[in-house]
C-alpha cells in the first residue's frame, strides 16, 4: 500500500469518527516518517496493535449500520435524542390539531354533522392515527438513539484500551 492510499485510508477513518483528530495526526506522522526507530519484537507488537485496531475500526462500521435510520430519499443518518424527541412533538402536536379541528367539523361528539344527523366521522380517527405513530416513532428513534451512544461509547473505550497497551 503506498503512502498516499494510507493516508486516504487514515482521513476516512477521521471523518467517520472512528480516529479523533489527535489519533489521525500522529497515525499520520507514523505513516510519513515511517517507524525509522522500531524493530524486531516491538516492531511486531506495533503491527498487532495496527491490526487490531484496523480490524476494530471495521467491525465499528458495520455496527454503525444498524443504527441508521433511512430517510425517503436514500440519504441515511445517525439517529438523535433531541430530534427524536422534536420530531415526535411535531407529529403529536399535529395530530392533536387535526383531531380538535375534526371533532369540531363533525360535532362535539365525532359522530356525524352537527344537529346529530347519524353517520360516524372518520376524519378525526386520522388525528389520533397521527397521535400514535408520532408518539411510537419518538420512542423507537430515541431508543435507538440510545443504543447508538451506547454502542459508540464501547467502541471509543475499546479503541482506548488497545491504543494504551499499544504505548
Given at each position: 500500500?503506498?503512502?498516499?492510499d494510507e493516508l486516504q485510508k487514515l482521513d476516512e477513518l477521521r471523518r467517520s469518527g472512528a480516529l479523533s483528530a489527535d489519533e489521525f495526526e500522529i497515525a499520520k506522522?507514523?505513516?510519513?516518517?515511517?517507524?525509522?526507530?522500531?524493530?524486531?519484537?516491538?516492531?511486531?507488537?506495533?503491527?498487532?496493535?495496527?491490526?487490531?485496531?484496523?480490524?476494530?475500526?471495521?467491525?465499528?462500521?458495520?455496527?454503525?449500520?444498524?443504527?441508521?435510520?433511512?430517510?425517503?430519499?436514500?440519504?441515511?443518518?445517525?439517529?438523535?435524542?433531541?430530534?427524536?424527541?422534536?420530531?415526535?412533538?411535531?407529529?403529536?402536536?399535529?395530530?392533536?390539531?387535526?383531531?380538535?379541528?375534526?371533532?369540531?367539523?363533525?360535532?362535539?361528539?365525532?359522530?356525524?354533522?352537527?344537529?346529530?344527523?347519524?353517520?360516524?366521522?372518520?376524519?378525526?380517527?386520522?388525528?389520533?392515527?397521527?397521535?400514535?405513530?408520532?408518539?411510537?416513532?419518538?420512542?423507537?428513534?430515541?431508543?435507538?438513539?440510545?443504543?447508538?451512544?451506547?454502542?459508540?461509547?464501547?467502541?471509543?473505550?475499546?479503541?482506548?484500551?488497545?491504543?494504551?497497551?499499544?504505548?
Amino acid at each position: 500500500m503506498s503512502i498516499s492510499d494510507e493516508l486516504q485510508k487514515l482521513d476516512e477513518l477521521r471523518r467517520s469518527g472512528a480516529l479523533s483528530a489527535d489519533e489521525f495526526e500522529i497515525a499520520k506522522r507514523k505513516v510519513l516518517h515511517g517507524s525509522e526507530g522500531v524493530s524486531g519484537p516491538d516492531h511486531l507488537e506495533e503491527i498487532k496493535a495496527q491490526n487490531e485496531i484496523a480490524q476494530l475500526d471495521r467491525e465499528w462500521r458495520l455496527e454503525r449500520e444498524n443504527y441508521m435510520v433511512h430517510g425517503k430519499h436514500g440519504h441515511e443518518r445517525i439517529p438523535g435524542k433531541a430530534s427524536s424527541v422534536i420530531g415526535g412533538l411535531f407529529l403529536v402536536g399535529f395530530g392533536i390539531f387535526w383531531t380538535v379541528t375534526a371533532s369540531r367539523m363533525t360535532g362535539s361528539s365525532g359522530i356525524g354533522p352537527p344537529g346529530g344527523a347519524g353517520g360516524f366521522g372518520f376524519f378525526p380517527l386520522f388525528g389520533v392515527l397521527f397521535i400514535l405513530i408520532g408518539a411510537g416513532t419518538s420512542i423507537w428513534s430515541f431508543l435507538k438513539a440510545g443504543q447508538y451512544e451506547e454502542a459508540q461509547d464501547r467502541y471509543h473505550r475499546r479503541r482506548q484500551e488497545i491504543l494504551n497497551k499499544k504505548q
